[in-house]
């Protein structure tokens, strides 16, 4: 029976801290968060080489307890261990006496005096409070995935150049006028373009000449060269024409 | 507001390529392992009164407790109880009953109760007094009605003292304590709806041991009585007890006489012994003796006697009457060729006893021995059955059975109808070691190839003539697959078949438990064999070499075995040499170097162009030359009180695709690249520094040099080598006002001069070398930069995605311990000349550089685990492919993972976004569209040219 009320005040002594996890936009649901999210209290372990790095582990009501805070005083680095969720990392100060002193939100990345809000203080005229229970901070949420792309009809209507041919081609239907002028101006000018491109050569066939199908520009620059050659690609241009 | 400004940075420039959700079980696979199963600590339960279907609890032998859906065998919780800080010993233990969304787990001196359904915690509690021995769920009578959480009742095990304790099933509070001073072995504590029976073993006066039982109270924990059994002859230690009933309604506590021809059985208290006699006609000797009882509180006083010999196995059936405590054989089961197994399950009162041989599986009643249910089981395993669990179902009047076996490879697998579900192979767990095999079919083509590369311009092309010919043969077979290759690839998930472009690998791993598994990466790394190589718990392998074909396992003992890759069928073995080392370097895969604890060597080699650097025990760093290595060339000792913790260098396969860094202004950084650089990191635990050296491994001059003051020692430090960077990391705390606290990482880049288009000293040398010089210390020191960010995890271990050209942009892989996964940072990310308190100019946010910022936050896009739960990794594996944009890796240690790494994204390949049947589609709707408008247009010209004329 001795132990046991020895184990109980040992229990009163050590401070316990305990963070709970409130409901956010981000985590409606502070149950979801999976079992293996822990919270940790880290330092630089004291020359008696105590035990320096502290594990809770999530309960069912959503809460990290550190009980039995060992006698190390120091500046703690808090920090919730998640994958998928980025919590707050805090500064907890414990007493030679194992009490918690205070917990301000911390900046990684920033010096370490330079805390944030205040989320727990030890009140210096009243005793000592020995569960300390605060709030954690819930910055963001990870998303590990890589949205693909969807296929999407829409998506493809949206494209300019459909558009664009959609556009001509309305209005074409919807202005008889419109169109007998356009008729007329595409007839002169396949006229144009055949007749002209026969004369001149200026559009000249890459792809045909490499192939050997069309001749080459020399061809056309001396139509002299050749009746027969003259006459074919005339007809090869008239052809793409 | 800076952490989002951070990752939007990071996410603008880097080109993150994460994965997608479809990909998930395509290009990564995931082995989420437990460890072998305790017997008596595996269970099938109900989460909760509510659910119908009951879920498979455990805890392993590594002391983690899990919930398994006993549908697919998929691991849906788990947590490691194993404490570092704590004393070890005792086993770890694993109570639940049906109904109550509560497991309650100990393993060494701390005992916790979790919530059955998702794993959270519920109360923990510590016994600094000793460790617990045994725990039980109290199911009193009045209790069991409400289905408000169970007290449990442990019991600790001290120095020559023991406790029971009755725990409150809500708080974990203790509710009383019982002290036993009395110096006896405190072993078992078990209870009966009215009573609780702490039962431990009193050293009798000349040998053996007496069991005691002392009944106490439950509510109190007062003790009521006490008695001693006489068993001192057949108890000879705590092992030699059978078993201790839990939790039924006549808990029972058994044991064999030392002939094996009786066996003691014990209802828990009363103060007899009923003597069972031994019938056993089977002639061979009783090798195991197991009793089968129900733990359920309700269920029918009955139990099973199941005896095993070399060659077989029968069981007995017995019946306890509740008045008179006496014990009647009811049936037996008859003897059977072949191993078999026994697991007890309960439908209600009812308790069905299946048992499982190497081919069927039989379910009877307790009542009687009517076989209610019997299935063929197919393609069973042949290796050998520790133990199984089963859960019954009745189905009309006939009883459907699951039921769970731990092989003794550590494959824990579920039979259902004769019908193997799934396998987990838990033997996996704690691999040490791991390498790639090479496939045998590839090398075989690369020796032709040589052949005609060695011979003369005729015989080269005939032997090639020849060799076309030959693979004619695989013409039909080929032209036959041919539909069915369209058909699958224009159907399949992925675009195109990879396996043939290297990423279809082959690891073979190495355990700690003596076993040999090769998985098979494309087959979501299914287990291709596994062999048990060494009889020993504690198999320490330094060394996979590999050779087409077969692969060499190196063993700090100085011993080796050679295993035939594709069967796993060891080839050969060399017995252990008298020597303890620490590594083992191979060159090739003849020449294999052990270097001893203190880095001296086991042996000589005469290798002249190949050099070594060992690390010792006691704290220094040793360089030996290929050409003398009697005496080491060069020592390293870091300054005092520093101790060499680790040394790495460049990997084997590190190629450099660009000798110097394009800048923005065309002008060009060159790459400071040395093969022979070993970056050493040396730790003093006493004032709280850690100093990395550069070496060059053939002078041993230090390179670069950087201490850090407030490190934690303790917490591991990682680092890894690349190219022409370096990178490490740490926890460090406050040095002064303007530090922070919290993991560090470090990246370092190496230069040949701080000048653009300078190559320093070495611009105009054809030779350089870094022994002998013009000027006493030739070879001149790396410009070295280096940046350093603020991580919010610590990193256990580090490694570089490697390629095969280096072309591809590089990751650094991180194994987060903390929150169990695996990052790849991009590289340009870490560039360490990304400028500091301004914003990039023009020309250097064209080299892709964008503001330095102290806090890199890790974005979601980085884990190449994802949403996985990957713990325990100690080393991470890459590869290069024959794809130069992807890198395989895989990470082993606890669990085992595998995936791609594309650091560039999958640049070479073609996604899964891509149609191939849309692709077809749009090509025949056009060629019909060009078909059909054609001759219209061809008239419609004609007439055109008519009515121009």
């Known amino acids: ?241 | 507001m800076r952490l989002q400004a951070a990752l939007f940075l990071a996410a603008c420039v880097s080109p993150v390529a994460a994965i997608f959700r479809d990909e998930v079980n395509h290009i990564d696979f995931h082995h989420a392992l437990l460890g072998a199963p305790s017997p008596d600590s595996t269970f099938f339960v109900k989460p909760s009164s509510a659910s119908n279907a009951s879920l498979l609890y455990t805890i392993s032998d590594k002391s983690i407790l899990g919930a398994i859906n006993p549908r697919d065998g998929a691991l849906l919780w788990r947590q490691d109880l194993s404490r570092s800080d704590a004393a070890t010993g005792g086993a770890s233990l694993l109570r639940t009953s049906d109904g109550n969304n509560a497991v309650v787990g100990a393993a060494g001196q701390h005992i916790s109760s979790w919530t059955a359904q998702d794993g959270k915690l519920i109360w923990e509690n510590q016994f600094k007094d000793g460790v617990v021995a045994d725990v039980e769920l109290l199911e009193l009578e009045e209790a069991s009605k409400t289905s408000g959480p169970r007290d449990s009742l442990a019991l600790v095990a001290g120095e020559s003292v023991g406790f029971v304790r009755r725990l409150d099933g809500a708080t974990g509070s203790v509710k009383w304590e019982h002290k036993d001073e009395s110096g006896d072995v405190a072993f078992q504590v078990s209870s009966s709806p009215t009573e609780v029976f702490y039962i431990s073993l009193q050293s009798a006066l000349l040998k053996g041991h007496k069991v005691k039982v002392t009944v106490l109270d439950p509510v109190t924990g007062r003790q009521i009585r006490q008695h001693v059994l006489n068993s001192e002859n057949d108890i000879a230690t705590p092992e030699s007890v059978l078993f201790v009933g839990a939790n039924v309604a006549s808990p029972l506590i058994a044991w064999a006489d030392k002939a094996q021809k009786a066996l003691k059985v014990n209802i828990i208290g009363t103060k007899q012994v009923q003597t069972i006699n031994i019938e056993n006609a089977s002639g061979h000797e009783i090798r195991q003796i197991t009793i089968h009882a129900p733990h359920k509180l309700n269920s029918l006083p009955h139990f099973l006697v199941h005896y095993v010999t070399d060659n077989g196995a029968w069981a007995e059936v017995y019946h306890v009457d509740l008045k008179s405590a006496a014990i009647t054989r009811a049936y037996s089961l008859p003897y059977l060729q072949g191993q078999s197994v026994v697991a007890t399950s309960n439908i209600d009162a009812n308790v069905y006893f299946t048992r499982i041989t190497e081919s069927e599986a039989v379910v009877v009643s307790s009542a009687s021995h009517g076989i209610l249910g019997r299935w063929n089981i197919e393609d069973s395993p042949k290796e050998r059955a520790l133990y199984a669990v089963s859960e019954a179902i009745s189905k009309g009047k006939s009883v459907v059975v699951r039921a769970a076996i731990l092989r003794e490879s550590g494959a824990w697998d579920l039979i259902r109808n004769g019908q193997t579900e799934w396998v987990r192979h838990e033997g996996l767990i704690d691999a040490v070691a791991a390498t790639w095999i090479e496939p045998q079919i590839q090398e075989s083509l690369a020796h032709e190839l040589e052949v005609e590369g060695h011979e003369s311009l005729v015989g080269a092309y005939t032997h090639r003539v020849k060799r076309h010919i030959r693979d004619l043969e695989h013409l039909p077979e080929w032209l036959k697959n041919l539909p069915q290759r369209i058909i699958s690839s224009v159907l399949a998930d992925e675009v195109t078949n990879l396996d043939s472009f290297g990423l279809a690998k082959s690891v073979i791993i190495a355990t700690k438990a003596g076993r040999l598994y090769a998985l098979n990466t494309a087959e979501q790394g299914a287990v291709a064999w596994s062999v048990q190589v060494e009889e020993t718990s504690q198999w320490d392998v330094k060394s996979i070499v590999t050779r087409p074909g077969e692969a060499t396992i190196y063993v700090s003992d100085g011993s080796s075995a050679t295993v035939n890759v594709s069967t796993g069928e060891v080839t050969s073995r060399s017995a252990p040499k008298n020597v303890k080392l620490q590594s083992i370097i191979s060159f090739d895969s003849e020449t294999t170097i052990g270097v001893q604890e203190d880095g001296s060597l086991a042996t000589t080699f005469e290798k002249s162009e190949e050099l070594l650097v060992t690390t010792s025990a006691d704290g220094r760093v040793l360089g030996w030359s290929g050409r003398d290595n009697k005496s080491p060339a060069w020592e390293f000792v870091p300054p005092s009180g520093q101790k060499v913790i680790h040394a790495t260098s460049r990997p084997a396969h590190d190629p450099v695709a660009s000798i110097g860094k394009v800048l923005g202004d065309r002008s060009v950084l060159y790459k400071y690249l040395n093969s022979n650089l070993a970056l050493v990191t040396a730790v003093n635990e006493k004032d709280h520094t850690a100093g990395f050296y550069l070496l060059d491994g053939v002078s041993g001059n230090v390179l670069h040099a950087t201490t850090h003051d407030s490190v934690d020692t303790t917490q591991p430090i990682a680092s890894v080598m690349s190219e022409n960077w370096f990178a490490y990391s740490f926890f460090g705390d406050v040095l002064d006002e303007s530090s922070a606290k919290g993991y560090q990482l470090v990246v370092s880049e190496l230069y040949e001069s701080s000048i653009p288009n300078d190559r320093g000293p070495l611009d105009a040398a054809g030779n350089y070398s870094s022994i002998h010089g013009n000027s006493g210390d030739s070879l001149p020191l790396p410009h070295v930069v280096s940046q350093s960010f603020v991580i919010p995890e610590p990193i256990s271990h580090m490694a570089v995605t490697q390629t095969r050209q280096g072309i591809t942009t590089r990751q650094l892989i991180c194994t987060l311990p903390e929150s169990s996964s695996i990052i790849g940072i991009p590289r340009p990310v870490l560039d360490p000349r990304r400028p500091v308190d301004r914003d990039p100019t023009s020309a250097e946010a064209e080299e892709g550089l964008f503001r330095y910022a102290p806090l890199l936050e890790f974005d979601g896009k980085w884990y190449i685990t994802h949403a996985r739960d990957v713990s325990g990794i100690k080393t991470v594996l890459s590869q290069p492919t024959l794809l130069e944009s992807t890198s395989v890796l895989f990470a082993f240690g606890g669990d085992v993972f595998g995936t791609r790494a594309t650091p560039s994204q999958a640049f070479d390949v073609l996604g899964k976004s891509f149609n191939k049947l849309q692709l077809v589609l749009t090509v025949v709707a056009l060629t019909g569209g060009v078909a059909f408008l054609a001759p219209m247009v061809r008239k419609k010209q004609v007439n055109l040219l008519w009515k121009a004329n």
């Not at chain 1, 105590?50 to 808090?78: E, K, M, N």
């Open chain 1, 1 to 241: 029976m001795l132990a046991l009320v020895v184990l109980l005040l040992s229990h009163l002594a050590a401070a316990s801290l305990t963070i709970t996890i409130p409901t956010s936009n981000l985590l409606p649901n502070p149950h979801a968060l999976p079992a293996s999210t822990h919270a940790t209290l880290t330092t630089l372990p004291a020359s008696n080489g105590d035990d320096h790095l502290l594990t809770a582990p999530l309960s069912h009501i959503s809460t990290f307890a550190f009980r039995d805070i060992p006698v190390q005083q120091g500046s703690y680095l808090l920090d919730i261990r998640s994958s998928e969720y980025i919590f707050a990392p805090y500064r907890v100060d414990i007493a030679a006496d194992g009490s918690v002193l205070g917990v301000w939100e911390t900046f990684r990345g920033n010096p370490w005096d330079n805390r944030g809000a205040e989320k727990y203080v030890v009140d210096v005229a009243g005793k000592k409070q020995s569960d300390v229970v605060v709030e954690a901070k819930l910055l963001g949420r990870r998303g590990f995935f890589e949205e693909r792309a969807s296929f999407s009809p829409m998506s493809l209507l949206k494209n300019p150049m459909l558009l664009l041919a959609v556009a001509a081609l309305g209005l074409t239907f919807v202005d008889p006028e419109m169109r007998a002028e356009f008729e007329e101006q595409s007839r002169s000018s396949a006229l144009t373009g055949a007749t002209g491109n026969a004369m001149a050569g200026g559009n000249f066939d890459l792809a045909g000449w490499m192939a050997g199908t069309s001749p080459g520009p020399m061809a056309n620059a001396e139509p002299a060269a050749g009746g027969a050659t003259g006459r074919d690609s005339g007809a090869a241009t008239r052809r793409r024409g």
